[in-house]
């Protein structure tokens, strides 16, 4: 069994819609930082040239979206309604950790338009990988956005899920998709321009939407899904566990099993 990597990074010199925000404290300025630290708040100051190297500890602060890098989406993000249950629908940190160690499946999309695929190009990807995925398993769609990765283009060149697409997955008792694009659902641009031409609100966000009715989660821009056999490994997403929040980062592998 080896790992692969299937996250994509938090970087600050990469494009971002919501830029990253990285501010470094290094280590000799943590040094000064936690004399003065001391001092001031346990009036136990120390000399900077005591440490060794007169360095002590960096410190990252970031500033960024639960949805920058791979990351997974909470049914709270979908909306404050949940048909499925009292109480409203759940936040990142409530979800149940065996839904993110699951055997997993990859769907070649990367033949798909811009755009939103249908319930009928998931059959075909079933039939050629020879099986349905088992309820609670990890649907993973391989879209080729990840070479738009840190540009522009990541954001409004790839291929998502229609409603009927995302609600046949969610028949077969998956309840996380993951995608190596931005998002679960068509691009922004895509969906308000078919929006504007239809009237046809089905058009808007459907994936997402679905999310209301439906209790899943969403793996969003994942990487590396070309790496991955059709099937024959497990998938570990893993959310950070952000107290009421609508989604959390997370270090998305598989486990693949070389036999």
């Known amino acids: ?22 501010t470094v404290l290094t280590p000799a300025q943590g040094a000064r930082h936690m004399s003065e630290e001391m001092a001031e708040h346990f009036g136990l ?3 900077v040239d005591d440490l060794p190297d007169g360095e002590f500890l960096s410190l990252d602060r970031l500033s960024l979206t639960t949805h920058t890098g791979t990351h997974v989406d909470a049914p709270s993000h979908y909306g404050t309604r949940a048909s499925y249950r009292d109480g409203g629908p759940r936040h990142i940190d409530e979800m149940p950790l065996d839904w993110f160690h699951r055997p997993g499946l990859v769907l070649d999309l990367t033949d798909a338009p811009t755009g939103a695929v249908g319930k009928d190009v998931l059959e075909r990807e079933f039939a050629r990988i020879g099986r349905l ?11 080729g956005a990840q070479r738009h990765q840190g540009t522009p283009k990541y954001f409004t060149d790839f291929a998502g899920l229609d409603g009927p697409a995302t609600n046949y997955l969610l028949d077969l008792g998956v309840k996380v998709i993951g995608t190596d ?36 989660c969403q793996v969003e821009r994942l ?37």
């Not at 069994?1 to 990285?22: G, K, T």
């Not at 070309?226 to 099937?231: D, T, V």
């Open 1 to 22: 069994m080896h790992i692969v990597d299937l996250s994509s990074p938090v970087d600050s010199e990469q494009y971002e819609p919501d830029p990253v925000e990285h």
């Open 45 to 47: 100051g120390f000399e």
């Open 133 to 143: 995925p088992e309820p609670m398993d990890i649907v993973l769609l391989h879209t």
């Open 181 to 216: 694009a931005f998002s679960l659902d068509a691009p922004f641009t895509d969906i308000i321009a078919r929006y504007r031409e239809t009237r046809d609100r089905s058009v808007l966000w459907p994936a997402h939407f679905a999310g209301r009715d439906r209790e899943y």
């Open 223 to 259: 990487s590396n899904l070309e790496s991955l056999p059709s099937q024959g490994f497990t998938v570990v997403c893993f959310p950070i566990k952000v107290a009421r929040a609508g989604a959390g980062w997370a270090r998305a592998v598989a486990l693949v099993d070389e036999s």
